[in-house]
């Protein structure tokens, strides 16, 4: 009796579904968050050009991380992936998920009134400092579905989408604070990295409420 070929179960090129049909089943998966100093959260993500199943796949396993962290806000950069794609859910533990997705984020409008929030990044766990921010902001992304849109949006969810803009474009928000404190921080992390000690978040009872991500 002939065994199955060696291509038994792939799509044959040129078919509809290249990438062949495991890829409707594979898994959510919680992915590795990166940690100051690794470099690449310095890198400057590339636009989104086509919102394929591999970028679907990506978000879904930026929320399934980002809920498990947990956080409220994740880009992309911060599980490894260098594409502007952010998410995003501001919901309270008693309120119903708010999952919310932005490609291709832009600021296109800042107010000149600003206010000092306190941030955290999942990338720089148990660190939490006053930041000054714009408080309101205006911008466009594409949804999901690759439909334009634009909000403008003010308190937390102005400055959710500022940091993590930010992380898209290759900055922390410890490049907002002093140079004094930027570099105790990194100071810090560079040490528990050389003596190769995780730096653990903290407990999820002890997670604030200005968590960000
Ligand atoms: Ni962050």
């Known amino acids: 009796m002939p065994g199955l070929p060696a291509d038994a179960g792939r799509a044959k090129a040129g078919s509809i579904d290249p990438a062949g049909r495991t890829a409707y089943i594979a ?3 919680k992915r590795e968050i990166l940690i100051i100093p690794d470099k690449r959260l310095r890198l400057k ?8 199943k591999s970028i679907r796949a990506l978000v879904d396993d930026m929320f399934e991380t980002m809920y498990e962290a947990p956080g409220i806000g994740l880009a992309a950069i911060q599980i490894g992936v260098a594409k502007r794609v952010v998410t995003m859910d501001l919901a309270k533990k008693d309120e119903p998920k708010a999952p919310q997705v932005f490609i291709n984020p832009e600021l296109t409008w800042k107010s000149e009134e600003k206010a000092t929030y306190e941030e955290g990044c999942l990338s720089i766990p148990e660190y939490y400092e006053e930041v000054e921010r714009p408080t309101g902001v205006k911008v466009k992304f594409l949804d999901l579905a690759g ?3 634009e909000i403008e949006a003010r308190g937390l969810l102005a400055t959710c989408l500022q940091h993590e803009i930010d ?4 900055v922390l928000f410890i490049d907002h604070i002093s140079k004094l404190k930027r570099d105790m921080v990194l100071k810090k992390f560079k040490k528990a990295q050389k003596r190769g000690e995780p730096v ?3 407990a999820d009872d002890k997670v604030p409420s200005h968590h960000i991500g």
């Open 167 to 170: 992380h898209i474009n290759g």
């Open 27 to 29: 898994p959510m998966a």
């Open 200 to 202: 653990k978040p903290l």
């Open 45 to 52: 993500s590339e636009p989104i050009a086509a919102i394929d």
């Open 147 to 149: 439909k334009p849109q």
